[in-house]
């Protein structure tokens, strides 16, 4: 369906929310990278954010008018898709590094409030392949709503079966339009999918319900209300080098692609669910990172901010926020691997059966609607229960391709509302899982140090009871020496 904002329409409550969260030392963008396998022309790229996006979702051509508390959307009568679509070359030699550091610096990079909030950057390799990185104001929508609308702008063929010609097409209706006949028709069958990629919910809980079985469950008033005093009343989180004040410049970092079966096995002996096995990674990861900083971990524990998807499948393709936030303890001061495993799978079911992500609905909107000065104090108060923001995002299960060029991978970063300095998430992707780390400069200056640990405690999970790995080594030796 597509986005039917006209001029000076009102941001709905949650939307305005997140537009007044925005910070000079947090940005609220939503950051999306895709990996492709080979040079893409940026005229291509173009057209297609043009027919795939941009005709297809009006709010693309429409930017913030503020009044006050509250906020309209206003078309923009200077809309020029070529301000919006930037092309640069990575700098030589290239590879990984190099791409980090851009990434980092369009993290740190506001996005121009006088236009539509958002920015697509053709980012050209040394070695001919190409990056496309998009980023979207979290006030234009959610995780699944701005999942969906990147993921329209891929397909799951080629454009062409064989090898491309040297020139790709300009226009891509006229070379494939079955394809864009037929578009309506794709995205019904993404949403049927098994790993449903249209849906990119925004979770760390898997598939946690639809929002009827939410207003069912939901139970009294009286229970919510009692929700929203226990978070008030929830102690501030320790201090750690993961929290303090923020400054300007972002850190950007992601994973190798890692199997899904592989995580799945990890998982299966304890009935663990994929989300818990890397929740339960990444506690350990951030638990050797602490250890590396001087902090003692034993004992400690961290709390993250995750968010849960609040939206019907029927309207992934509307754009909006229809979110709501749990906080997850994560068990970073406990030695045993599978004893964190334990306790991660125990809270994510408790949290499976709680109300929480609805009253904190129904309390974003609530901060959208209020003064700024109060709506600040509360997004403080908020914030300093939580270390971190951490998101799990269902991808396709196939390989998609954009402009004709298969994504090999594909990666995105989340805002850290609330002065946070932390930003956690997961994606899963053609039968891989990835995870990206952003963070602030001043707090984290090396959030690959994270990444590694994360993907050292995957490793480390075959070891025997998931116990340390330099432990396991010990006693293989001394049986070895028997």
Sequence with gaps: MPDSVHHGTPLGAVDTAWLH???????????????????????????????????????????????????????????????????????????????????????????????????????????????????????????????????SMTDRVPWFETHPPPVLPRRFAEHVG??????????????????????????????????????????????????????????????????GPLGVSKRA????????????????????????????AVAGGLRRYLAS?????????????????????????ELGNRFGLVQVALPVGVRWRKERLRLVHERMLALKQSQEALVAFQLLGALGRAPRRVADFLLNLLGSKSTAVMTNVVGPRWPVYLCGRRVDSLMFWVPQSARMGVGVSILSYAGQVTIGVSTDEGLVPDPESIVAGFESELRAFRAPAGIPSGVARRRRARRAGR
Aim: proline letters at 7%; one cysteine or more.
């Design 253 to 280: 970092a992601w994973s190798r692609p890692i199997p899904l079966d592989e995580v799945k096995r990890i998982g299966q002996p304890s009935g663990a669910t994929v989300n818990d096995v890397l929740l339960a």
């Design 21 to 151: 969260m925005e910070q000079r030392t947090n940005l609220m963008m939503v950051t999306g990278l895709f990996l492709l396998d080979g040079p893409l022309d940026v005229d291509d790229l173009r057209e297609t954010l043009r027919e795939r996006v941009i005709d297809r979702f009006p709010r693309m051509r429409h930017r913030v008018r503020e009044n006050g508390t509250s906020a309209s959307w206003a078309s923009d009568p200077h809309f020029d898709l070529r301000t919006h679509v930037h092309r640069m070359a990575l700098p030589r030699p290239g590879g990984k590094k190099a791409l980090r550091e851009v990434v980092s610096d369009l993290m740190s990079t506001p996005l121009d409030f006088t236009k539509p909030l958002w920015q697509c950057h053709l980012i050209e390799h040394a070695d001919r392949g190409s990056t496309v990185l998009m980023r979207l104001h979290h006030c234009i929508g959610d995780g699944l709503a701005l999942g969906h609308l990147l993921l």
């Design 178 to 243: 079955w394809l864009t006949d037929h578009a309506g028709a794709v995205i019904a069958g993404l949403l049927r999918g098994g790993l449903q990629a249209g849906r990119l919910v925004q979770s760390g809980l898997d598939n946690i319900r639809h929002p009827s079985e939410v207003a069912a469950f939901a139970g009294s008033l009286a229970d919510g209300a009692g929700i929203l005093y226990d978070l008030i009343r929830r102690p501030c989180d320790p201090a750690t080098p993961l929290r």
């Design 293 to 317: 900083r001087g902090t003692r971990p034993g004992g400690l524990e961290i709390h993250a901010t995750v968010p849960v998807n609040l939206r019907p499948p029927e309207q992934a393709d």
